[in-house]
């Protein structure tokens, strides 16, 4: 085979996914990951369709069941508090849904034997010679590898490193996120909240234990505003004076020792690949919540792997073809996901009214089987191709047969 070792930074989901499949494949794996252990919690993540069938490929399923957080509806609140309507289960959940810290576990203890991580330590340059890659790491020791792989989340230092700062690529999409863990007062058992008025919004939901609650808060944001030094303060400000329960959850808050806090923002590049450099996962086309970036990350994980099996380690060859494959459904989770800032926290009242007579309608039983139906179109838009190449559970990587022509999927 052409090019053996792969180094890839970033160890949640599209870096462990990557080292899954180039495992299987015979190439050697290594992931680096700036954080000194795996990232625990975060927000619930859903697979549908092919999306779901990517795990099942890998073994997987089973376990991420196992795992779900078997969500039920989402319930809309009124300015008072009241309930108006309900989101059924599948709407936001899919066919399965985990916390992405569950997910990074599981892909991480499916890897471990065969990758070597190294934990607390990133690249701070990459040099490409006409044989491999030479890397620099901000404390390991210099090294050599063939192919390098940025699985680095939306603020990529690989991608910078590789294609540029990440201004060029950025687009603000005028909201941001915060989240964090606050004790379950409402007594939720797997259900989800949704309150707004004009330009914020607060979802609490339960379900993992019963003393536990997430919260989400999603307002519209002008970052020029933004005090980063005290988000907490800055975001006490913001929800100040508003009813229903939040000031409760604010309180919590303030307790806090996971908050988590995002502009919503997407990365949109005309390439993900770069000489023997290639990007997966959100360092590629980061595109927010709604935008099935795991689904998405898993899946881009399983093509770049089988192309370049396919290509006999040659990434000449294999990252066209993987470029190819994987942007429509990029493009569509982009494209997806720009509704979510304004789906979520409408800036004006009737925004908010809109958008609850419209999901109302939605919620009905007709209109959600059309809904599920759109969803799973978007899942499907990259759908697993079956790579016909020996794995390592059938060969050595030695004995990896040449190239044959993709089967028909
Ligand atoms: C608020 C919010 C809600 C979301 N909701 C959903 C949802 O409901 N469904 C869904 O499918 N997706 C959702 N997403 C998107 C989803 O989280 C991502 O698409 C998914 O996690 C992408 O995985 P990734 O591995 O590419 O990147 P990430 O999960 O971001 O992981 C990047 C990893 O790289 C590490 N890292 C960063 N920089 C470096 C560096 N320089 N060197 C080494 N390591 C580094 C990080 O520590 C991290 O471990 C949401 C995103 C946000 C922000």
């Given at each position: 085979m052409r090019n053996k070792t792969v180094l890839i930074s970033g160890a949640s989901i599209a870096g462990p996914a990557t080292a899954f499949w180039l495992n299987r494949y015979g190439f050697t794996t290594t992931v680096v990951e700036r954080a000194p252990e795996l990232g625990k919690g975060g927000q619930a993540v859903d697979f549908r369709g092919a999306q779901v069938e990517v795990l099942r490929r890998m073994g997987l399923l089973e376990e991420v069941r196992r795992n779900q957080t078997a969500m039920g509806e989402?319930?809309?609140?009124?300015?008072?508090?009241?309930?108006?309507?309900?989101?059924?289960?599948?709407?936001?959940?899919?066919?399965?849904?985990?916390?992405?810290?569950?997910?990074?576990?599981?892909?991480?203890?499916?890897?471990?034997?065969?990758?070597?991580?190294?934990?607390g330590d990133r690249i701070t340059s990459l040099t490409e010679t006409g044989e491999g890659v030479r890397v620099t790491f901000a404390h390991g020791a210099p090294r050599t590898f063939d192919l390098v792989v940025g699985a680095d989340g939306l603020h990529?230092?690989?991608?910078?490193?590789?294609?540029?700062?990440?201004?060029?690529?950025?687009?603000?999409?005028?909201?941001?996120?915060?989240?964090?863990?606050?004790?379950?007062?409402?007594k939720l058992d797997h259900v989800g909240l949704m309150y707004n008025l004009p330009g914020r919004g607060v979802m609490v939901a339960s379900h993992r234990n019963g003393a536990e609650a997430t919260v989400g808060l999603v307002f519209a944001t002008d970052m020029r505003e933004v005090d980063r030094r005290d988000i907490k303060k800055f975001l006490a400000e913001l929800y100040r004076g508003i009813g229903w329960e939040v000031p409760k959850l604010i309180e919590a808050m303030w307790r806090a020792d996971d908050l988590f806090f995002s502009p919503l923002c997407q990365m949109h590049l005309e390439h993900y690949t770069r000489g023997r450099i290639a990007l997966v996962g959100d360092a590629g086309w980061g595109a927010g919540p709604g935008g099935s970036g795991t689904g998405m990350a898993m899946a881009a994980a399983y093509v770049l792997a089988g192309e370049l099996a396919e290509a006999g380690g040659d990434h000449r060859v294999a990252f066209p073809r993987y470029e190819r494959e994987v942007r429509p459904g990029a493009e569509a989770g982009l494209k997806q996901a720009k509704n979510t800032g304004p789906f979520l926290a409408p800036k004006t009242a009737k925004g908010i009214w809109l958008r609850n007579q419209m999901h109302r309608l939605l919620a009905s039983k007709m209109m959600v089987a059309q809904l599920d139906k759109m969803a799973l179109k978007a899942a499907n838009v990259l759908a697993p191709s079956d790579y016909v190449v020996a794995t390592n559970e059938t060969a050595s990587s030695r004995d990896m047969e040449a190239p044959r022509p993709k089967a028909a999927s």
């Open positions: 989402q319930r809309i609140l009124d300015a008072d508090g009241r309930h108006v309507f309900s989101l059924p289960s599948s709407f936001a959940a899919g066919e399965v849904e985990i916390q992405r810290g569950d997910l990074s576990r599981i892909l991480y203890e499916a890897t471990k034997d065969r990758t070597e991580y190294v934990f990529s230092g690989v991608r910078t490193l590789a294609f540029g700062p990440e201004e060029k690529f950025r687009k603000d999409m005028g909201y941001s996120f915060a989240g964090f863990t606050a004790p379950n007062h409402l």
